[in-house]
């Protein structure tokens, strides 16, 4: 008899994919038996209508060749959407498949989302509203990895606004995508609370960049800029920002800095504030902080015209 440490439940929004992952059912003794062998698909009919055991799981050592299998199968999803010109279905398969990958977030895993964005920085050369569409796109029912889509299309659109080659453009689009990596860290009532956070609770916040870099150190991207982008974009060219209140900041992480907090202006209602507008964000909040010298002036001046365009 196996034990119930050889075995995980299988994640339903991934069974579709399973094809050289095997299933299995547990009986009434406890027992794991095969339900799906490696080579076939149950098939998405039959797991729309439930024709098949309520529970299924998969092996621990399975997991990661899982996710992965997974995330192939929701990248050929994403180049379909883009293909046919489906913006909805661009923007809902990218949120499946970050929210899938940052379920767990890991070496092996995290670096499957370079082919996500590489799907997107590809779709660009053919049609370049695809961005624009992503970050028009809203949705009520706002979240981090919805945050994260946002930053990496604003991120992307202003790659290409500064004519970055589409290498350079990918890594910024990772770095955006990414650079929040160490919230999956942060306790989850911290992170919804419907107030202003206490001291302790935003000391342990602000850790998420320390998190996240720890994160991404330890994946195989080719690029350290991708694990510094997570410790660094909320440091300030001034000084005055954290972790570690560095002066001389890489431009990726001052790019990606600035769009985190535009984006976090713009479409994150708080119980303290109501999320503002694009002009209010920009003329306001933000250019106070290029005035202070807190963000480069000339980043500033980039940004909005790329928004603009």
Do not use: W
């Amino acid at each position: 008899m196996d034990t119930v440490s050889e075995y995980v439940s299988a994640r339903i929004s991934q069974l579709n994919f399973y094809s050289y992952i095997p299933l299995y059912t547990k009986t009434n003794n406890d027992n794991y038996v095969l339900y799906k062998p490696p080579g076939i698909t149950l098939g998405e009919m039959r797991i729309a209508e439930g024709l098949h055991p309520r529970e299924l799981y998969i092996k621990q050592t399975d997991k990661l060749a899982g996710l992965q299998e997974a995330q192939r199968g929701f990248n050929r999803q994403l180049e379909h959407d883009v293909m046919s010109g489906n913006s909805v279905g661009v923007k809902e398969t990218l949120v499946k498949v970050v929210e899938e990958t940052l379920a767990e977030p890991r070496s092996g895993s995290l670096e499957g989302m370079s082919d996500t964005v590489d799907i997107i920085v590809s779709s660009y050369s053919r049609e370049s509203g695809v961005i624009k569409n992503l970050i028009d796109l809203s949705s009520k029912d706002y979240s981090s990895t919805l945050h994260s889509i946002n930053v990496m299309a604003m991120a992307l659109n202003f790659a290409f606004h500064m004519n970055f080659h589409s290498e350079e453009a990918k890594l910024m689009g990772l770095c955006g995508l990414l650079h929040d990596v160490g919230k999956t860290r942060i306790n989850n009532e911290i992170l919804t609370a419907p107030r202003k956070l206490t001291n302790d609770e935003f000391e342990e916040m602000r850790r998420h960049t320390i998190y996240g870099y720890n994160i991404l150190n330890d994946c195989k991207f080719g690029s350290r800029e991708i694990a510094d982008c997570a410790l660094d974009h909320h440091e300030k060219i001034d000084g005055s920002g954290y972790p570690n209140g560095k002066i001389r900041i890489s431009q990726k992480s001052q790019i990606i800095g600035i769009i985190d907090c535009y984006e976090a202006l713009t479409n994150d209602d708080r119980p303290y504030r109501n999320a503002m507008d694009a002009y209010e964000a920009l003329s306001t909040i933000i250019m106070k902080d290029v005035n202070s010298g807190k963000f480069d002036k000339k980043l500033y001046t980039h940004l909005i015209k790329s928004l603009g365009n």
